[in-house]
């Protein structure tokens, strides 16, 4: 199975704490709304970026496996 983050930028508020958690991952662009810079962490990374994920005040973050 493969990891994979979904992000749903019409619900991302800016707050930028995936950022904070986990930069490696999520970043905002110019309109501070989330970008996922690599959708498919491997599976070592489950934990530090389901943090990242949990850490979205408005679950606009989800991780699945695919």
């Known amino acids: 199975m ?3 983050i979904i992000a749903d930028r019409d619900v991302c508020e800016g707050h ?4 904070a958690t ?6 905002l662009d110019d309109t501070a709304t989330v ?9 070592s990374e489950r934990s530090f970026v389901q ?5 979205c005040p408005v679950s606009a973050l989800k991780l699945v496996e695919e």
Do not use: K, W
């Open 22 to 27: 986990s930069h490696e991952y999520f970043e």
């Open 51 to 55: 943090a990242a994920v949990d850490a």
């Open 35 to 43: 970008v996922v810079i690599n959708e498919n962490p491997p599976d």
């Open 16 to 19: 930028g704490m995936c950022e």
């Open 2 to 4: 493969t990891l994979r």
